[in-house]
């Protein structure tokens, strides 16, 4: 091979290694977990990325350690159901970088864990508000910056529970449905700004929020309660305990679970509820004869934030210019499709 095609090559793959180079991503909801994952990632790729969520403690910090890691990043404080705030979170990008050519819809709420039946108006008003309308009205706000690029790329993270909704976190679910129908309108409606418009459906990622759901507290006693930062559910009945902790294994993986594993999870839990008045379900998914009963049964580990940011950065790259309006489940295997 001769030099020159030696450097061609070269160039060529230098290019693949900052595949985002100088693109402006907003990153709406990242100061922690997923979206601090996908932040850093995009930074990585050669974005400059503005950060953002409700406290501005957690904004300093997650800036102050991707700075320090060389990353271009800056940050604002920015609650994306508040209008004035989305209105900030633009204005700062813009006075900042110039422009915006990619945007993250990452931030959510779930106010309530517990029977469907006990949800209130409030609360579906809230969840409807943070995770679906806030985020058009974040989209509408963004997209006349991003066509002015000519090209971009949007990406709301949405869940697998979007397409297998369970009731204890129903309103959550609904909303995660929600967004798969709203990626497919925005797709088609920006189509002709040559903006795509895809959704993640994530699976149970380890962070924060799926410490409500994963780490969900039970006891034997009937309520529940939503403390600001999280929400605690309190299982009625023992066998909603159960239906809980199977639910976060493999769906598949359930209907193959046979009587004796079912009475030994039972009887784990019941052994479990005695050393105290709360269990908590990872304890139990953590206890080691449990894994080693479970696994055989095709059961894996939680995603790490980390495992969600590729898929982002690489959406947004030109490498997936011709996926657009696509749901695309990030789950290890759990159901996220239909
Ligand atoms: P997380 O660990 O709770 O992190 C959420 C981030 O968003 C934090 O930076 C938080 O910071 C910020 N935030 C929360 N509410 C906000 C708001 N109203 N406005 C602006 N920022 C806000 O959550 P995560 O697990 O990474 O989840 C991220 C996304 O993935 C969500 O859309 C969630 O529905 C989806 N998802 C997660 C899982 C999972 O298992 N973790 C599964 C499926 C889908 P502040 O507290 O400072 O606001």
Same mark, same amino acid.
């Given at each position: 091979?001769?030099?020159?095609?030696?450097?061609?090559?070269?160039?060529?793959?230098?290019?693949?290694?900052?595949?985002?180079?100088?693109?402006?991503?907003?990153?709406?909801?990242?100061?922690?977990?997923?979206?601090?994952?996908?932040?850093?990632?995009?930074?990585?790729?050669?974005?400059?990325?503005?950060?953002?969520?409700?406290?501005?403690?957690?904004?300093?910090?997650?800036? /102050?350690?991707?700075?320090?890691?060389?990353?271009?990043?800056?940050?604002?404080?920015?609650?994306?159901?508040?209008?004035?705030?989305?209105?900030?979170?633009?204005?700062?990008?813009?006075?900042?970088?110039?422009?915006?050519?990619?945007?993250?819809?990452?931030?959510?709420?779930?106010?309530?864990?517990?029977?469907?039946?006990?949800?209130?108006?409030?609360?579906?008003?809230?969840?409807?508000?943070?995770?679906?309308?806030?985020?058009?009205?974040?989209? /509408?706000?963004?997209?006349?910056?991003?066509?002015?690029?000519?090209?971009?790329?949007?990406?709301?993270?949405?869940?697998?529970?979007?397409?297998?909704?369970?009731?204890?976190?129903?309103?959550?679910?609904?909303?995660?449905?929600?967004?798969?129908?709203?990626?497919?309108?925005?797709?088609?409606?920006?189509?002709?700004?040559?903006?795509?418009?895809?959704?993640?459906?994530?699976?149970?990622?380890?962070?924060?929020?799926?410490?409500?759901?994963?780490?969900?507290?039970?006891?034997?006693?009937?309520?529940?309660?939503?403390?600001?930062?999280?929400?605690?559910?309190?299982?009625?009945?023992?066998?909603?305990?159960?239906?809980?902790?199977?639910?976060?294994?493999?769906?598949?993986?359930?209907?193959?679970?046979?009587?004796?594993?079912?009475?030994?999870?039972?009887?784990?839990?019941?052994?479990?509820?005695?050393?105290?008045?709360?269990?908590?379900?990872?304890?139990?998914?953590?206890?080691?004869?449990?894994?080693?009963?479970?696994?055989?049964?095709?059961?894996?580990?939680?995603?790490?934030?980390?495992?969600?940011?590729?898929?982002?950065?690489?959406?947004?790259?030109?490498?997936?210019?011709?996926?657009?309006?696509?749901?695309?489940?990030?789950?290890?295997?759990?159901?996220?499709?239909?």
């Amino acid at each position: 091979m001769s030099s020159e095609n030696n450097l061609i090559k070269s160039n060529a793959s230098v290019k693949n290694l900052r595949p985002l180079q100088d693109k402006v991503a907003i990153v709406a909801g990242s100061t922690y977990g997923i979206g601090f994952a996908i932040a850093r990632r995009l930074a990585q790729d050669g974005a400059y990325v503005l950060l953002c969520s409700r406290k501005t403690e957690n904004v300093d910090k997650a800036v /102050k350690q991707l700075k320090e890691e060389g990353l271009s990043i800056s940050g604002v404080p920015c609650h994306v159901g508040n209008e004035k705030d989305r209105e900030k979170l633009v204005a700062t990008a813009l006075e900042t970088y110039g422009k915006i050519d990619i945007l993250i819809c990452n931030a959510a709420v779930n106010p309530f864990v517990g029977p469907l039946f006990e949800t209130t108006e409030e609360m579906w008003k809230k969840v409807f508000h943070v995770n679906v309308i806030s985020t058009f009205l974040l989209i /509408k706000l963004v997209v006349p910056h991003i066509q002015k690029q000519r090209r971009g790329s949007i990406i709301i993270c949405s869940s697998f529970i979007g397409y297998i909704p369970e009731p204890y976190i129903g309103p959550y679910a609904i909303t995660k449905t929600t967004l798969f129908g709203l990626t497919n309108i925005l797709a088609q409606a920006l189509r002709s700004m040559n903006i795509r418009v895809n959704s993640l459906a994530l699976g149970v990622i380890n962070t924060n929020f799926s410490k409500v759901l994963v780490a969900a507290v039970f006891t034997g006693e009937s309520g529940y309660q939503n403390p600001p930062s999280y929400a605690v559910c309190y299982y009625k009945k023992l066998e909603d305990c159960l239906s809980s902790v199977l639910f976060f294994l493999d769906k598949p993986g359930l209907l193959q679970l046979q009587y004796s594993q079912c009475c030994y999870l039972i009887s784990k839990i019941k052994k479990l509820q005695k050393q105290g008045p709360r269990v908590s379900i990872l304890k139990i998914l953590k206890t080691p004869e449990l894994k080693s009963k479970l696994i055989p049964l095709g059961v894996h580990r939680l995603g790490e934030p980390e495992e969600c940011a590729g898929i982002a950065s690489f959406l947004c790259s030109e490498d997936a210019s011709y996926i657009n309006g696509e749901n695309i489940g990030v789950t290890g295997g759990m159901l996220g499709r239909l």
